[in-house]
């Protein structure tokens, strides 16, 4: 299947601070990702959509200005959680896909916000 | 709001049983449908999808889908504890979507325990 890969796989960072997680499709060309959180005991919640050269479609409820979501190309595509406070520490999961069909989900980023 | 349940769990079943797990959804609209397999503090695996009416086999798994009623099930043959694990039902969230262009909505999960 396809692969789909996230980068880092975990990261601890100071409240007030601002964390970027790398989503790649590996071996396909995405022409969308998504972007979900999952809480403990939670199950996942999408946060935006974005397609390559497009801005992102987020949510309702999700702070386009916190969560900065950049898809420069096809196989990339980025998540910034800006100013993170405690209450955002979560699991972060991007998937991708090549269009109608099946969403293949990277590994997640845990983010621990101190 | 378009949903979709299931039954938290946790389901026991002893090896080498047939596990069946199940999810409704509220949207008749819906048109395809996704079982994935989390492991705890793993992101999900993609297990099967099912776009019409009838069973889909893969393997040990089949996947059921009944549009009328409005439920999917998951049926996994000769359980093992590997199959341990939270599996999630999902469909798009826009009706008459293939899956690949819209976001999914999950439903919560059941936990499975195969009991050796």
């Known amino acids: 299947g396809a692969v789909v890969s996230q980068h880092p796989s975990w990261v601890i960072c100071k409240s007030g601070t601002s964390v970027k997680i790398e989503c790649r499709s590996l071996?396909?060309?995405?022409?969308?990702m998504f972007w979900y959180r999952q809480f403990p005991k939670q199950s996942l919640m999408l946060m935006a959509t974005?397609?390559?050269?497009?801005?992102?479609?987020?949510e309702q409820g999700v702070e386009k200005d916190k969560f900065l979501i950049n898809h420069a190309s096809l196989t990339l595509s980025t998540l910034t959680v800006t100013s993170a406070h405690p209450e955002d520490s979560s699991f972060y999961i991007c998937?991708?896909?090549?269009?109608?069909?099946?969403?293949?989900f990277g590994p997640g980023t845990r983010l621990t916000v101190t | 709001q378009k949903e979709v349940e299931q039954n938290s769990g946790p389901l026991s079943v002893p090896e080498g049983a047939i596990a069946s797990l199940n999810c409704t959804y509220s949207?008749?609209?819906?048109?395809?449908f996704f079982w994935y397999r989390q492991y705890s503090g793993k992101s999900p695996e993609l297990i099967m999808s099912?776009?019409?009416?009838g069973d889909k086999e893969d393997g040990r798994f089949t996947a059921q889908l009944n549009k009328a009623s409005q439920y999917v099930s998951l049926l996994i043959r000769d359980s093992q504890p590997s199959d341990s694990a939270t599996y999630l039902c999902?469909?798009?969230?826009?009706?008459?979507?293939?899956?690949?262009?819209?976001?999914?909505?999950f439903g919560k999960g059941t936990h499975l325990i195969i009991q050796p």
């Open positions: 998937s991708a896909s090549q269009g109608a069909g099946e969403q293949y």
């Open positions: 071996d396909f060309q995405a022409t969308t």
């Open positions: 974005s397609n390559e050269g497009s801005k992102a479609t987020y």
């Open positions: 949207d008749r609209g819906s048109q395809s």
């Open positions: 099912i776009y019409s009416n």
């Open positions: 999902a469909a798009p969230r826009t009706p008459y979507s293939g899956g690949g262009a819209d976001g999914l909505t």
